[in-house]
């Protein structure tokens, strides 16, 4: 499949590893610049990763919205996620988007995130977290293990440590489930390592 255009791009954010982090979220790569309401991960607001949060840390799936529900709250998400020890990045550091669009279908990863050095980074954490099919596949392959199926885990030995690797289905509206649906397999994952 030949791209729109061949423009390269590269991760627009810094890796958000707090210290004391015991659990790494990594999605695939950010939507185009024009989709987001904040500067930080998962910011189209048409994206339930911080409803689904919200609805696990509070049981109000708009806890991490701002009062006018036009973007999330940048300040209120990295207070959790340090303070609960949620590390975030992605698997791909370079990409061309084959269709100008957000969805993970038409993404060509180029270069892969270095997840070890993230790791490295982060010596308490010993939970992985994918966020959707196209990490899955991307994080597999940079770790040489076998994809866990949705909703579970595979445990692997990566980067001098023991992992457990949780596949979570998408938080995008591409994959149409309620949120609270999405939320009981983030629970699980999130119960494990200790975060809620």
């Known amino acids: 499949?030949?791209?729109?255009?061949?423009?390269?791009?590269?991760?627009?954010?810094?890796?958000?590893?707090?210290?004391?982090?015991?659990?790494?979220?990594?999605?695939s790569f950010p939507p185009q610049r024009h989709r987001w309401s904040m500067e930080f991960f998962y910011p189209n607001l048409q994206n339930d990763m911080w409803r689904i949060v919200g609805y696990l840390a509070t049981g109000d799936k708009s806890h991490f919205l701002s009062s006018d529900a036009k973007r999330f709250d940048r300040e209120r998400i990295e207070?959790?996620?340090?303070?609960?020890?949620?590390?975030l990045y992605d698997t791909a550091a370079e990409v061309i988007r084959l269709k100008n669009n957000a969805s993970d279908n038409f993404l060509q990863v180029v270069r892969e995130v270095d997840i070890a050095a993230l790791l490295a980074r982060i010596p308490a954490c010993r939970t992985l977290i994918t966020t959707g099919q196209k990490a899955t596949d991307t994080l597999c392959a940079v770790i040489g293990c076998a994809e866990p199926p949705v909703g579970g885990f595979v445990e692997t030995d990566f980067a001098d440590r023991k992992l457990?690797?949780?596949?979570?289905?998408?938080?995008s509206r591409a994959y149409p489930r309620p949120v609270e649906w999405k939320a009981e397999f983030y629970r699980k994952a999130f119960s494990d390592c200790g975060i809620i």
């Open 1 to 27: 499949m030949k791209p729109d255009n061949n423009s390269c791009e590269r991760h627009p954010l810094e890796p958000f590893l707090p210290s004391g982090a015991r659990l790494l979220m990594l999605g």
């Open 79 to 87: 207070v959790f996620c340090r303070k609960r020890g949620i590390a």
């Open 164 to 171: 457990r690797f949780w596949r979570m289905p998408s938080s």
